[in-house]
């Protein structure tokens, strides 16, 4: 039987690890794989790992949310308004080239080491990118299904949800795959810094003591996790979002 060439790939990806841990030949500082899986079941079996995942995971979904909703709505105002975007352009420019680090450590300081801080600072470095993607899709609208729209009387929420959603559809899963990608990244790094339990907090904590083979333990588990979300929910939602354009 002929395997995915996914499958080909990761097994690609695994010898390639095998190889360079026999190079190193050192477990403290490049561990096997077996030996990583080994571990990754003794953390599964004692609940720490689904407890960390879980903390990550609802950090990372409530932010996406967040970003998703608000920069949308200020990317379509903005693409639509050329007032408000002469007014707002500076705004983003501004935002997009704000280092992370500086927002997350704004958050801690001005909100607290809280879980709204956390997310906020996530939610805040996502924005402006959401917010630029979705003002070009805005800019992109066809006008004559804007005015068939308005000529036939459609009530602004009726046009927003058959006319121009369906136009930005493609705009909106790009923003999401990119989004999502950017922002369990943000989420470790906030956990790092400020943050009692998720993965990135586990990470810091064994980088602390040394423990490679754990700190992969947890960075892989919830690559995996998001291989997953990647595979049965953003794939399937881009390819429904811009199915129209294929053939």
């Known amino acids: 039987m002929k395997?995915?060439?996914?499958?080909?790939?990761?097994?690609?990806?695994?010898?390639?690890?095998?190889?360079?841990?026999?190079?190193?030949?050192?477990?403290a500082t490049l561990p096997t794989p077996w030996a990583v899986a080994r571990l990754a079941l003794a953390e599964?079996?004692?609940?720490?790992?689904?407890?960390?995942?879980?903390?990550?995971?609802?950090?990372?979904v409530a932010a996406f949310v967040i970003a998703m909703v608000v920069g949308a709505s200020i990317g379509?105002?903005?693409?639509?308004?050329?007032?408000?975007?002469?007014?707002?352009?500076?705004?983003?420019?501004?935002?997009?080239?704000?280092?992370?680090l500086v927002t997350i450590v704004l958050c801690y300081i001005w909100i607290g080491l809280s879980?709204?801080?956390?997310?906020?600072?996530?939610?805040?470095?996502?924005?402006?990118?959401?917010?630029?993607q979705m003002r070009e899709g805005a800019r992109a609208l066809d006008p004559a299904l804007r005015d068939m729209a308005r000529v036939?009387?459609?009530?602004?929420?009726?046009?927003?949800?058959?006319?121009?959603?369906?136009?930005?559809?493609?705009?909106?899963?790009?923003s999401g795959r990119t989004g999502i990608a950017l922002i369990w990244k943000i989420v470790l790094v906030v956990e790092?810094?400020?943050?009692?339990?998720?993965?990135?907090?586990?990470?810091h904590q064994y980088f602390q003591l040394?423990?490679?083979?754990?700190?992969?333990?947890?960075?892989i588990s919830f690559v995996i996790v998001m291989l997953v979300v990647e595979v049965l929910a953003l794939q399937p939602w881009e390819r429904r979002a811009t199915r129209w354009r294929r053939p």
């Open 3 to 27: 395997l995915p060439v996914p499958l080909l790939s990761i097994a690609a990806f695994v010898l390639v690890w095998i190889f360079t841990a026999w190079l190193a030949a050192s477990p």
């Open 210 to 219: 040394f423990d490679v083979a754990r700190v992969l333990v947890y960075a």
């Open 115 to 132: 879980e709204v801080a956390a997310i906020a600072a996530v939610a805040i470095n996502k924005i402006p990118l959401v917010a630029t």
């Open 152 to 174: 036939f009387g459609m009530p602004p929420a009726t046009r927003l949800r058959h006319v121009v959603l369906p136009q930005l559809a493609p705009h909106i899963a790009a």
């Open 76 to 100: 379509l105002w903005l693409g639509t308004d050329r007032r408000a975007n002469a007014w707002g352009d500076p705004w983003l420019i501004g935002l997009l080239n704000l280092p992370a």
């Open 44 to 60: 599964l079996a004692s609940g720490e790992l689904l407890f960390h995942l879980a903390a990550t995971l609802a950090r990372t």
């Open 192 to 203: 790092f810094l400020g943050r009692s339990n998720g993965v990135g907090f586990m990470i």
